[in-house]
Nanobody, 124 residues
Framework: QVQLVESGGGLVQAGGSLRLSCAASGRTFSVYVMGWFRRPPGKEREFVAAINWSGGTTYYADSVKGRFTISRDNAKDTVYLQMNSLKPGDTAIYYC?????????????????WGQGTQVTVSS
């Protein structure tokens, strides 16, 4: 089992920044990929970013490329999502997820562990 706890959400004005953290515990040695997904109000869950736990390869949705940065601290078993130049369209509940098997980094169904989510609200 892997447990994930997100933190760092909040209310920010458009153009501002936030950094989300996701602390993993449990069988973290079994994790291949860590990802961030979000669910905007009234919409489906969507991929935001992912990082390969060992090699550090990163993946981004086109909508956040150049504005968001995913990173990891293996010593702390923590993944971060630095969000800059935030837009009202980034408003969503953000979820951290972990995958312990092979599969698409973009598909939420490939992830088998999820955090509880943290709300990010960007005002115009």
């Amino acid at each position: 089992q892997v447990q994930l706890v997100e933190s760092g959400g909040g209310l920010v004005q458009a153009g501002g920044s936030l950094r989300l953290s996701c602390a993993a515990s449990g069988r973290t040695f079994s994790v291949y990929v860590m990802g961030w997904f979000r669910r905007p109000p009234g919409k489906e869950r969507e991929f935001v970013a992912a990082i390969n736990w060992s090699g550090g390869t990163t993946y981004y949705a086109d909508s956040v490329k150049g504005r968001f940065t995913i990173s990891r601290d293996n010593a702390k078993d923590t993944v971060y999502l630095q969000m800059n130049s935030l837009k009202p369209g980034d408003t969503a509940i953000y979820y951290c997820a972990a995958r312990t098997s092979y599969g698409s980094v973009y598909n939420p169904w490939a992830y088998n562990y999820w955090g509880q989510g943290t709300q990010v609200t960007v005002s115009s």
